[in-house]
């Protein structure tokens, strides 16, 4: 009979238990709040590199009138690193 209720139990699947669903809640909670902080982060650093290659451009565009130098209009960047 020890082995008919062992049989028995043998299809049962283990489930978290409520204690453990608690602390993945709690620790995914935390982890939620940092990479919220992180994405901030990143958000007012793309807004700061905006704001300096803005900055830089109207330098260049300063600097090539003074020494009169052209820049072209529509550069065509497609093989500026690839040498096809």
């Given amino acids: 009979m ?4 062992d049989k028995r139990y043998n299809n049962v699947i ?3 238990t ?3 669903g608690d602390i993945l809640r709690e620790v995914m909670g935390k982890l939620e709040n940092e990479i919220k902080e992180k994405l ?3 958000q007012h650093l793309n807004e700061d590199i905006v704001e300096l290659t803005i900055q ?9 009138e003074l020494t ?3 820049l072209p209009n ?3 960047w497609s ?4 040498d096809e």
């Fill in 18 to 20: 409520v204690k453990e």
């Fill in 68 to 70: 009169g130098v052209k």
């Fill in 56 to 64: 830089y451009e109207g330098m260049l565009h300063r600097l090539c």
């Fill in 79 to 82: 093989n500026e690193w690839h």
């Fill in 14 to 16: 283990p489930f978290p």
């Fill in 74 to 76: 529509d550069p065509d």
């Fill in 40 to 42: 901030d982060h990143l």
């Fill in 2 to 5: 020890d082995k008919e209720v």
